[in-house]
């Protein structure tokens, strides 16, 4: 995951860079400067990074499968209030301990 958003942000500050040097410098170019250089490191990512997302959403999908698999595996009986109760009674005399 973090590496894929690392890689992510180095190459939208990549296209920042790029096209600030084409010449978007001015302060009235700034919106311009940084929607286009979203728009093109999403261009670039999406096939550049294909690898990186596809290991990613693997990783997501694994983490989920256990998430479920644990919850469907669980404990089969929750423990009452009474059996807490009853685990704190004193088997011998019936006193707490």
């Known amino acids: ?33 940084v929607v286009g250089a979203a728009l093109l490191s999403a261009v670039i990512s999406y096939f550049a990074l294909r690898r990186f997302r596809e290991d990613y959403s693997a990783q997501l999908a694994a983490r989920i499968d256990q998430r479920t698999t644990a919850k469907r595996t669980g404990p089969a009986e929750t423990p009452t209030d009474e059996d807490a109760e009853d685990a704190e009674t004193s088997p011998d005399d019936g006193t707490f301990r």
């Not at 590496?3 to 919106?31: H, K, N, S």
């Open 1 to 33: 995951m973090l590496r894929y958003t690392v890689l992510r942000l180095l190459v939208f500050l990549g296209c920042l860079a790029l096209l600030w040097l084409f010449g978007l410098r001015g302060e009235e170019d700034l919106v311009l400067l």
